[in-house]
């Protein structure tokens, strides 16, 4: 089936910390994932993505990691400041016939405490 | 380069009354896919447009219907109102066969 889905539901950090926020995917043929932030009222922020075919991307101050074998996702931030307080989810890219959809997961809310 | 964008920011409705709901995609995206998100929950797909056609759909009844216009813009069309169709609808482009998805702020519909 199609599942995304989160371990931790409300992650809480101090300021400086790094923080890692996992995720579980079930498609075992998905090629690629993503991670947003979605700030109150606002919509999904792209933050960053990887294809199956890497085990790891950085971007800046984050980076993803991807375990195909046991189908797992993390989307580590380092030096977590308090503008990265928001909720982040996991977002797995699935290819129907003739289109592509995004499956999401409940996602983790991020709190950092200065 | 513009973002996505959506109109209106809020909306208040009615059980058993109808909404249109309204998407300018990024500049040079022509695909457009909508999202509702639930309150606590994560977005969930409802259906993609491409060059004016719907070429997916998720589980959505068909009360939910779209359009795209040869601009790219799309609206997005649900019927009879219940109230669990309350949530942010999310609208996201993409440059055609590309997977990024960029999203826009979002419309929040309630339904009383």
């Known amino acids: 089936g199609e599942s995304v889905g989160l371990h931790l539901p409300t992650l809480s950090v101090q300021e400086g910390d790094n923080s890692i926020i996992n995720c579980a995917y079930s498609?075992?043929?998905?090629?690629?994932f993503i991670w947003y932030k979605q700030e109150s009222g606002k919509g999904p922020q792209f933050i960053i993505d990887i294809r199956s075919n890497m085990d790891k991307r950085q971007g800046q101050r984050v980076t993803v990691l991807l375990n195909k074998t046991v189908k797992h996702l993390s989307l580590q931030i380092a030096a977590t400041q308090p503008g990265d307080s928001a909720v982040y989810f996991c977002a797995e890219n699935i290819w129907h016939t003739g289109f592509q959809k995004l499956v999401f997961g409940t996602g983790t809310r991020l709190l950092v405490s200065p | 380069e513009t973002g996505v964008t959506q109109s209106p920011t809020h909306l208040i409705k009615t059980r058993g009354q109808q909404v249109t709901l309204r998407c300018s995609s990024q500049s040079g995206h022509n695909t457009v896919s909508w999202y509702q998100q639930a309150l606590g929950q994560g977005p969930q797909f409802i259906f993609q447009?491409?060059?004016?056609?719907?070429?997916g759909r998720g589980n959505f009844p068909p009360r939910f219907s779209g359009l795209q216009f040869p601009n790219y813009s799309s609206e997005l069309n649900v019927n009879a109102l219940e109230l669990d169709d309350s949530a942010l609808y999310l609208c996201?482009?993409?440059?055609?066969?590309?997977?990024?998805?960029?999203f826009g702020p979002g419309t929040r519909l309630t339904v009383t």
């Open positions: 498609n075992s043929a998905s090629d690629y």
């Open positions: 447009y491409y060059r004016e056609e719907e070429n």
């Open positions: 996201a482009s993409s440059p055609g066969d590309l997977y990024e998805q960029y």
